[in-house]
């Protein structure tokens, strides 16, 4: 049973750049969020995704923008990269039937911005 | 203030002494608790979950929830070096359905010393 999986693993990007990160949730979950983990500090989170709409967004500005496909995995979108976008950003995926879902993370994108 | 407090450590034990991490929170809108371990360059897993207050033991770990005094623990007992990790709380109004954001606490550092 696959988990949730990332990629890229690692990525380095010059200010100003653009870049996207993927995801794919883990086998039979449809919701996707997304969090920014900078170094020392816990995630934050940046939007949810389910039903290929955006359904909560934490406060990132418009830079950060997302995707979902009919198959359930997902895009990171970043615009306008600044250094202190340089983070872990880390999917996760849960089910919205059935319930109370916890959400099971996946391993992360680390991104650096030089 | 923030949300979620977490002392971020690091904190050092022998191995086999019994480990207690704390988080305070201000919203009380939080009902669901729950904690996360972090090894270096990999994903938050869920360890623990909680709804609203009261005690929750698996294993060698055992979650407490105190909403009247808005504090979480985690006990662990007869730590061993595999449990050196972050260790994140987290915690929500809502859980499951297309809207479950988490609060996340800075996590603190483990250190169990062999």
């Known amino acids: 049973d696959a988990g949730v999986t990332q990629s890229p693993t690692h990525l380095i990007k010059t200010r100003g750049q653009q870049v996207t990160l993927r995801c794919s949730p883990k086998s039979g979950h449809d919701t996707v969020s997304w969090y920014q983990q900078a170094l020392g500090q816990g995630p934050q989170f940046i939007f949810q995704y389910y039903e290929e709409e955006e359904r909560q967004r934490g406060n990132f500005p418009d830079r950060f923008s997302g995707h979902q496909f009919p198959n359930y995995s997902s895009e990171l979108n970043v615009n306008a990269l600044l250094l202190g976008d340089s983070a872990l950003y880390l999917c996760?995926?849960?089910?919205?039937?059935?319930?109370?879902?916890?959400?099971?993370f996946g391993n992360g994108t680390r991104l650096t911005v030089t | 203030q923030k949300e979620v407090e977490q002392d971020p450590g690091p904190l050092s034990v022998p191995e086999g002494a019994i480990v207690s991490l704390n988080c305070t929170y201000s919203n009380s809108a939080f009902q669901y608790f729950m904690w996360y371990r972090q090894y270096s360059r990999k994903g938050p897993e869920l360890l623990m979950y909680t709804y609203s207050s009261g005690n929750k033991e698996d294993g060698r770990f055992t979650a407490q929830v105190d909403k009247s005094s808005k504090y979480i623990s985690l006990f662990i007992r007869d730590s061993q070096p595999s449990d050196s990790a972050t260790y994140l709380c987290a915690m929500s109004a809502n859980y499951g359905g297309a809207t479950n954001k988490l609060i996340f606490g800075t996590g603190t550092l483990l250190a169990v010393q062999p």
């Open positions: 996760a995926s849960s089910l919205v039937q059935g319930g109370k879902s916890p959400l099971h």
